[in-house]
């Protein structure tokens, strides 16, 4: 709801009206109306058979995140899916902090986050881990300059290649 008042303008009464519309659609066929980016679900895979383990950290409700990977075919090659309730107000860095508080202690280098907005980078920065910016996602460049990850990848491909080197 914050973002309807915060970039929208809303007041909170019209926020919470416009987000519990949005929720009633986004809950039944909207949170179907996407589709995984082209190559991701075999890059997954190349990923789990290598060693390189992968979980989904998302702003999106967990109940619909875990509902969109499993139709997509993600969900078998990741090993944890995790976002806030629906209704939270978990940041990118709180729904991070969940799963990497699952994994014990890491070194430097054990863990990176891929994300394609600022909040991705920001959360990541939050935790000390570095950040491969997708331009192929929903963020722009203006945002990629401006909030600077420490790697970019232009495509699925590039990132596997990004991630196999790690």
Not at 18 to 44: C, H, W
Not at 139 to 163: C, M, S, W
Request: aromatic share 10%.
């Amino acid at each position: 709801m914050t973002t309807f008042e915060e970039v929208y303008g809303f007041s909170p009464e019209k926020a919470r009206r416009t987000y519990a519309y949005f929720q009633e659609r986004y809950s039944t066929i909207g949170k179907f109306e996407n589709r995984a980016f082209d190559g991701i679900v075999p890059m997954l895979k190349t990923m789990k058979e290598a060693g390189i383990r992968s979980f989904v950290a998302t702003s999106k409700p967990q109940v619909h995140a875990e509902a969109i990977c499993q139709k997509f075919g993600i969900a078998p090659y990741v090993e944890a899916i995790a976002g806030p309730a629906v209704g939270g107000t978990d940041t990118k860095a709180d729904v991070m902090r969940r799963i990497l508080d699952g994994l014990g202690p890491l070194q430097p280098g054990d863990a990176v986050m891929v994300g394609d907005r600022c909040f991705d980078v920001i959360g990541a920065h939050e935790l000390g881990l570095p950040v491969i910016y997708v331009t192929y996602g929903y963020g722009n460049e203006a945002e990629r300059k401006a909030f600077q990850p420490e790697y970019t990848a232009d495509t699925v491909a590039a990132l596997g290649q990004l991630l196999l080197q790690a």
